[in-house]
T-cell receptor, first 114, second 113 residues
């Protein structure tokens, strides 16, 4: 149990375009999802917390208008990087919790903005 | 406030040797502690977790960790290193199972033949 699927696993986009990353809980209902970002050779930093049906809570320093998070259902949360720039290139990972299950992470998405 | 410090960004051991990866934490509440492993370009795999039960926690792949409140530590060990253990390891702390995680800076483990 507690499988979290993340898609796509990697994506390359042009500067100025938007990219959507999906995070799905496959076998449980995720009331809360977390989005993390990992820069090369660095640790994971929490970007935001999303609760199903509510607005996401962003960590200090994270631009909410740039990183749009939607958690419209109990099995899906999306992160949209709007007007992407090369400095947004990173590894994005989600995790989900709910129904007594937690601490399960997705496989991550490698975003490269060219 | 919670934070995690991992001593040693790189650790190198010989195959068959003991693996010891250090983690110290800071938490204003009784912590939940986790160790994750990350292989290149992959997500995080949970190795083990401490959630206020037994202080010696056994995980997957022969890893174990001991919670020492007096030392605010949660070091990860494995008696015998294998080549397949080469990866990056992250220690994390949380207020509970369902809250956000605070990660350490990671320790890259190299296993020499």
């Amino acid at each position: 149990g507690a499988v979290v699927s993340q898609h796509p696993s990697w994506v390359i986009c042009k500067s100025g375009t938007s990219v959507k990353i999906e995070c799905r809980s496959l076998d449980f209902q995720a009331t809360t999802m977390f989005w993390y970002r990992q820069f090369p050779k660095q640790s994971l930093m929490l970007m935001a917390t999303s609760n199903e049906g509510s607005k996401a809570t962003y960590e200090q320093g994270v631009e909410k208008d740039k990183f749009l998070i939607n958690h419209a259902s109990l099995t899906l949360s999306t992160l949209t990087v709007t007007s992407a720039h090369p400095e947004d290139s990173s590894f994005y990972i989600c995790s989900a919790s709910g129904q007594g299950l937690a601490y399960t992470f997705g496989s991550g998405t490698r975003l490269t903005v060219v | 406030a919670q934070s995690v410090t991992q001593l040693g960004s790189h650790v190198s051991v010989s195959e068959g040797a003991l693996v010891l990866l250090r983690c110290n934490y800071s938490s204003s509440v009784p912590p939940y502690l986790f160790w994750y492993v990350q292989y290149p370009n992959q997500g995080l795999q949970l190795l083990l977790k401490y959630t206020s039960a037994a202080t010696l926690v056994k995980g997957i792949n022969g890893f174990e960790a001991e919670f020492k409140k007096s030392e605010t530590s949660f070091h990860l060990t494995k008696p015998t290193a294998h080549m397949s253990d080469a990866a990056e390891y992250f220690c994390a702390v949380s207020e509970n199972n369902f809250n956000k995680f605070y990660f350490g800076s990671g320790t890259k483990l190299n296993v020499k033949p």
